[in-house]
Structure formats: structure tokens, C-alpha cells
């Protein structure tokens, strides 16, 4: 087995674990296997091993790796998962099939824009900044529901879910239960939350998503 697929057979039954703690179904939990950085040849060994959900979060690097990975696989699905740039928006539209940073007025008028062009409506999720980190991309909590509203009924954007990183040095799971309550107020199904250091946490908290990268691959050199 490469390590790889161990490093996956492991992250799973530790998902399996957290969900089965809270009643959660396993099934309802999606992870997302975080492939920054990493070339196509160990994100293959991930596919050979059954995994079909990648997350990267530079545009270009993943116009790079995944047209032929997309080709070869077919049902792989790719979500960007960092900050995109407006002339960035229509390229991100045609390549991804989750955006998951939807984090601007500006931004979400170019999606629209984009998509009308491409005549292809990738799934979005508004990125929520629970931590009120002002170097950190995202809507303020305040903000969300005016902002998730602004996107569908202004905008038409397929909003379906929402997104945090939280802070670094703060208990996540005070975060992801923010997170889990502005998308169950706002009556969206899919909440991505928590990463290798608290993908567990946020299993228990009723992640839908988790973007699990260091864990799957090592860490990122
Ligand atoms: C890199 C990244 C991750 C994965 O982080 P790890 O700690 O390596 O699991 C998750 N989400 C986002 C937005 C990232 O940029």
C-alpha cells in the first residue's frame, strides 16, 4: 500500500469514528483531499485508492495538474478552496466544480458574469471569517446572512454551503458551531469546516465537508 492510500484508509476510519461518537451518519461526511503543492503522481496514488475529492486552492496550479488528472479520472470533483481573484473568476468557473470561496460583492458579480459565460454553475459556498481575522479572506459573521442572501437573489449564484479556517491559536470548535448555525439559519445543506489538526472536531460538530491535506500527504515542504 502506498502511503498514501494508508494515510487515507486512517483519516477515514478517524471521520467514521468521530461521526459514529455523535450519531452522525458517515455517509454525510465528504472529505476533501487537499492537494496543494503535491504533483499528479501522488495525487494518483489517492485516486487508486478511491479517493475523488480534491481541493487546491491556486487556480493556476490546478489548471496545471487536473485537466489531464480530469481526463483520466472522470468523476473526480475539484473545489477551490483559496481566495480567487476577479480576473481570475471565468478560468475558476471552467476548471472547478466547487467554489468554495465566495467571499465578496465584486467577486460574486463576476461568478454570475462568468457562468452565464461558460454555461456552467459550479456549486458555491460563502467563506465566513468567524475569527474576524482581518489578514484572512471571508465575510464577517455579521455579515453572512445579508451577504448569502446578496449572492443568490442579486447575483443567481448556486450558494449551497459555507466555509471558515478558523483561527489558528483558538478552540475550533467554538468557531465550527458558529459556522453550523449561520448555515442552518440561512438553509444551507453543506458546511466545510476543519482541516488535519481538527477535521475530527469538526466531524462532531456537523461538518459536511472536511479539506484534509498534511494528513493524507505529509506536510507540505
Ligand atoms: C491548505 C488548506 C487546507 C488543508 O490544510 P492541512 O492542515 O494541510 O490539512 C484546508 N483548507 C484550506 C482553505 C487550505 O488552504
Known sequence: MSDEAANLADVRARI?????????????????????????????????????????????????KFPALKAAWPDI?????????TNKAREAVALFDVIESVDRPKLAAEL?????????????YVQVNTGEEPQKAGVWPAE??????????????????????????EEPALHFALLAKIAARNGLAIVSMGMSADYETAVRCGATH??????????RG
Open 144 to 169: 453572512a446572512d445579508a451577504f448569502i442572501a446578496a449572492c443568490r437573489d442579486e447575483h443567481g449564484l448556486p450558494v449551497v454551503g459555507v466555509m471558515c479556517i478558523p483561527p489558528a491559536d
Open 77 to 85: 470533483e475539484l473545489h477551490l478552496i483559496g481566495p480567487l481573484q
Open 210 to 219: 472536511v479539506r484534509v491535506g498534511s494528513a493524507l500527504f505529509g506536510a
Open 112 to 124: 454570475a458574469k462568468a457562468m452565464d459565460k461558460e454555461g456552467r454553475r459550479p456549486p458555491c
Open 16 to 64: 467514521e469514528a468521530a461521526a459514529r461518537a455523535v450519531e452522525r451518519d458517515v455517509a454525510a461526511v465528504t472529505l476533501v483531499a487537499v492537494s496543494k503543492t503535491h504533483g499528479v503522481d501522488r495525487i494518483g496514488a489517492l485516486l487508486k485508492a478511491g479517493q475523488r475529492v480534491f481541493g487546491e486552492n491556486r487556480v493556476q496550479e490546478a489548471e496545471a
